[in-house]
């Protein structure tokens, strides 16, 4: 009786699609209890998937396509693919490691090549690592803001790691910042604020930071991701923010500008100072992602000019460089 209860409920979302689990008792006239007994065994066999989060969750048939068969990768490969790969399919599940690399070549359609692909992506990865991450284990794109401005008002730009990287994409921290700024999600938010708080206190530490400041949101969110950001970090030292005020009250996105003048113009024009940025002196400036980075060199430069801060840092979690695909989604 209980494989038929359970046969009756993998049919009818077959038949029904996305179904949440009163609609499942109601029509098929079983206990709520039992349902959640068989959908916890049908999502241990892979029989089905969930959508969504508690109170709004659906239950789907999941696809049982023949599955590729791939090729067995050296230890110490696959354990940097654990280590570094995530991806997103277009349904919006989140799979982590190799299989999720593995998950990126089918819908890529580069499974055939798989072993080359994983060689690939693990000697691109450690490459640009080698190229850009300095003693403080953080990728050092100081150069970039001084190539990219006439004047350069940060004296030093560091990344946790690039928002992406050629061929591959975006790189976990990238899709982790993609989840918690434009997915609303505080889960990742956190996630990232454990995995970056030590690189952040090195930087204090080592600069003799006195106030810290976060770069204000270009867009208004339910979840203030920087906000939240700031609340997990549990920093010891005074923080602060610059005041965002838009031109007849409509935001712009920053990083939907295409034009760097553009992006000069709107951080220019809508970022300001506050009386309490004025008591710093050595500062660190944090932003979620730098794509030109005109937001950090213009709230560098405010900052040195009208509250009279000598030294001014930039971080961000993510970040592009020259040659890297340029950030626009978020």
Known sequence: MKTQTKQHILQLLKEQGPTGPTAISSLLNISPQMVHKHLKTLMQSGDIRRQGTPPKVLYLAADKKPLYEFPTLPSLERDYIEQHYLTVTPGGEVIFGLEGLQ??????????????????????HKRFDSLYRNDLGLIDATFKIKDTFDVSYLDYLFYQEFYSIPKFGKTKTGQMVFLGKSGQNLKFIHMLADMTRKAILNIIEFYKIDGVIFAPHSIPRKISFLNMYKQFLELNIPCSTMSKIFVNSIPIAQKSLSKLADRIENATNTIFTIKENSS?????????????GATLNIIASKLKNESRVEFVCGFAITGSLKGFEVINEI
Request: charged share 25%.
């Open 103 to 124: 998950q990126w070549a089918l819908r890529t359609q580069q499974h055939k090549h798989f072993k080359a692909l994983a060689d690939e992506y693990v000697s691109s």
């Open 280 to 292: 710093f002196r050595r500062v660190l400036v944090i932003d979620d992602a730098v794509g030109s």
